[in-house]
């Protein structure tokens, strides 16, 4: 696996991405990282080979009402319209084919990954994880929300649907309320760094 190919599958380990921002000039904002780095007629060239082998797919946006369309395989000129803009809406994402070689190169430590976010409730926030003590140590030590002492909601999931292509046998939710207004102190973004690393990156410089 080569840099761009990781880039590739890594930068849809936890969700999907549009295809057409593939090609845009602000990709590194839009991602908040740095972009794969190939020219339009090597990501096309990229981005078959990887549908062409089954490790990744496409879908557009969940309708209401429905189910939402399962992952199906693009063609080379399919592609290349939706990167292009001339098909729009049409995301892509890993396949458990793709998780599994990600997973070769990167290591990861599921029992380290953490997934948080804001509640239904504008005011509650949830955190994830395989590991119970991981996500309560993270609400007492490094959450970036104010978290209301003794708000929380434990919820064991069995099995635990991680992200949207892994699946783990158990997981940990837990829901609790935050104060818009309290302080929060500055955070260490070393730390934190260092805190939710849970796969290895094997280009990392």
């Known amino acids: 696996m080569d840099e761009a190919e990781f880039w590739l599958l890594d930068v849809v380990v936890t969700?999907?991405?549009?295809?057409e921002w593939l090609l845009w000039e602000d990709l590194d904002e839009a991602l908040n990282r740095p972009g794969h780095g190939l020219d339009p007629d090597a990501l096309l060239d990229m981005m078959d080979r990887l549908f062409r082998g089954g490790f990744i797919n496409a879908r557009r946006?969940?309708?209401?009402?429905?189910?939402?369309?399962l992952g199906r395989f693009l063609h080379r000129s399919e592609i290349e319209?939706?990167?292009?803009?001339?098909?729009?809406g049409m995301s892509y994402g890993m396949t458990a084919r793709g998780g599994a070689r990600w997973e070769a190169v990167t290591k990861p430590?599921?029992?380290?990954?953490l997934d948080e976010s804001a509640g239904i409730d504008p005011?509650?926030?949830?955190?994830l994880g395989l590991d119970r003590d991981r996500v309560a140590s993270h609400l007492r030590q490094h959450t970036l929300w104010a978290v209301v002492p003794g708000s929380e909601r434990?919820?064991?999931l069995v099995p635990w649907q991680a992200t949207y292509w892994k699946t783990i046998p158990r997981g940990y939710r837990v829901t609790v309320d935050w104060q818009r207004e309290a302080p929060t102190k500055a955070p260490d973004w070393d730390a934190y760094k260092r805190w939710i690393q849970w796969y290895d990156n094997p280009f990392d410089a």
């Open 61 to 69: 946006p969940q309708r209401s009402g429905d189910h939402g369309e």
């Open 154 to 156: 434990w919820e064991k």
């Open 15 to 19: 969700g999907r991405v549009p295809l």
């Open 123 to 127: 005011d509650e926030v949830e955190v």
């Open 109 to 113: 430590d599921w029992s380290r990954f």
């Open 81 to 88: 319209a939706t990167l292009h803009g001339f098909e729009s």
